[in-house]
């Protein structure tokens, strides 16, 4: 990565590692060195590396992008300089100290002043990237692009990320990966968005996080693209098999329990799901449903019903279905620990709040009811579910529900008749009896 000087003697040293670390480190801006090692490290800290030892200047930066800020203070405290006061306000945040640069500062630092302002919630207004180019330009349009969403308008904050990318490519691919992550993840969220879109913007982002040393990056970027191929699989085996593929990179470059507990969460949780969504076709494939079993057992360390009530009925939900078709040598003791689990999810999605959820989990239940011989509260769930599915014009779902009401029914009286010729057998005994 070349070492230059701006044109803008307010930051003279570029391109800036901006957007790669969490706020304040990735609005921080390094300056010059006249270190001898000092191209070789900022070539290090763009790909996201902070093990290096830095140029005394540089400290302070290396500080807040590991999270200590107040050593980052410490160190930046006696700098003089305009690019100083500018670094004094990212870490600590004023709107006295922002009133007063507003006035001061100019160029190319102005406008990051404004960007800073609005990350931390100081100013509303979000500057142009007039006159900025690079790094520093795509920091402003990605801010922009976060503005927009902020406004509800989804396909306009697109399209100042897919521009952000570019502008970042040259001068910062790292970031320019970051935010061809983020696009592809907003891509998925919009309405129709195309996981295969999706999938070329973490396909090129994840050129860079390969090879980058920025924390968990490539994890993200791995876990975003299970997630992609998931959603595109559509029930294809071999897209389920490169989801599985990625969600297993993921977790391989470091998205652990304890470092990244959310991360692990949702990789665990996504993968029990395409375990279960795997068409079987060997005999060794039922083994991936004890898998599921397994990696939603994990989701669920992280997912409590207090702190994350959501997300933890939607996992306990994966549990309690996967828990139905476990290959078993007691199956009763696996249906009756579904029944259960879907008991306790029904406390958090009631009928009033959230109807189609609630019938969901009434639908399922009453299936493992149903495969326990409880005919009787098997019906009683099924046709409430059914009742809710077609208020709420869910025909296929309703249709479904009634298919599996008709089985029981045939079930049940196939049963009936089947105890009722077993009483006729006895009452009747053979002829030749020598009781009779």
Request: glycine residues 6%; contains cysteine.
């Amino acid at each position: 990565m070349p070492y230059h000087r701006s044109t803008d003697v307010s930051i003279a040293l570029r391109p800036q590692p901006v957007g790669l670390f969490g706020f304040p480190g990735g609005h921080l801006i390094l300056p010059p060195s006249d270190a001898p090692e000092a191209p070789e490290v900022l070539d290090r800290i763009l790909r996201g590396d902070l093990s290096s030892p830095v140029p005394a200047e540089w400290t302070f930066f290396v500080c807040a992008a590991r999270g200590d800020t107040e050593q980052a203070w410490e160190e930046i405290r006696d700098q003089t300089g305009e690019l100083a006061d500018y670094n004094r306000f990212v870490l600590q945040s004023t709107g006295e100290r922002y009133r007063q640069l507003r006035h001061s500062l100019r160029g190319e630092l102005r406008a990051l002043l404004q960007v800073a302002a609005y990350a931390c919630g100081l100013d509303d207004f979000v500057p142009t990237a007039q006159n900025l180019d690079g790094e520093l330009r795509a920091l402003v349009l990605a801010t922009q692009a976060t503005a927009e969403l902020e406004e509800g308008n989804p396909f306009a904050a697109r399209q100042l990320l897919e521009e952000a990318c570019e502008t970042a490519r040259d001068s910062s691919p790292l970031l320019a990966a970051v935010y061809a992550n983020q696009l592809g993840e907003l891509i998925l969220s919009l309405p129709g968005g195309s996981p295969q879109e999706a999938l070329s913007r973490f396909q090129l982002a994840w050129e860079s996080a390969s090879v980058s040393s920025l924390p968990l990056f490539a994890a993200q970027v791995s876990a975003n693209l299970a997630s992609a191929y998931q959603r595109a699989a559509d029930g294809r085996r071999g897209m389920l098999l490169e989801a599985v593929k990625w969600y297993q990179r993921a977790l391989h470059e470091g998205a652990s329990l304890e470092k990244a507990p959310h991360l692990y969460a949702f990789i665990q949780n996504h993968l029990g799901l395409a375990y279960m969504a795997m068409p079987a076709v060997e005999a060794s494939d039922q083994l991936r449903m004890g898998i599921a079993v397994q990696a939603f057992g994990e989701a669920l360390k992280v997912y409590d019903r207090e702190t994350s009530p959501q997300l933890w009925a939607s996992t306990q939900m994966n549990l309690a279905n996967a828990l139905q078709y476990l290959p078993s040598s007691h199956p009763a003791e696996n249906l009756a620990r579904a029944v259960d689990i879907y008991e306790e999810v029904l406390q958090i999605r009631k009928r009033a709040l959230d109807p189609v959820g609630y019938a969901r989990v009434l639908a399922n239940q009453g299936n493992a009811l149903s495969h326990l011989g409880e005919f009787q509260r098997a019906m009683k769930n099924l046709a409430e579910a059914r009742t809710l599915f077609r208020q709420h014009e869910l025909w296929d779902e309703a249709e479904e529900t009634h298919r599996l009401i008709e089985a029981i029914h045939r079930r049940h009286h196939e049963l009936h008749r089947e105890v009722e010729a077993s009483a006729v057998a006895e009452a009747d005994p053979p002829p030749g009896d020598s009781s009779v």
